[in-house]
């Protein structure tokens, strides 16, 4: 048994599924940004003077963790695709163009 939904139900669904995806782009770009940047410069400035920024970069990205790291953005940037993409398909259904 199917319901139906309300127009008004359908917009207020989308409008969440693209506030969703904003969301979702921000912390993919947070990720992929502020992480790198920031575990560089506080290795840089750090009291360690044996290990420069460089390496210490090479040594984080160089792990298994750089594997998660990539793993959780192609998913995440996947999530943000298809959010937006069910987003818009609700709105061409609200409103066709004519």
Known sequence: MEMKHSRKAKEVHAEYLMKLSTSLMTAFLVAILILPISA?????????PTIDALTAFRN???TWYSLVFI???VCIYYLVLST?????EIYNE?????
């Open 40 to 48: 560089v410069v506080g290795s840089a400035l750090s009291n360690q």
């Open 60 to 62: 984080l990205f160089g």
């Open 71 to 73: 793993l959780a953005e």
């Open 84 to 88: 937006k993409k069910q987003a818009l």
């Open 94 to 98: 609200l409103y066709p163009d004519s």
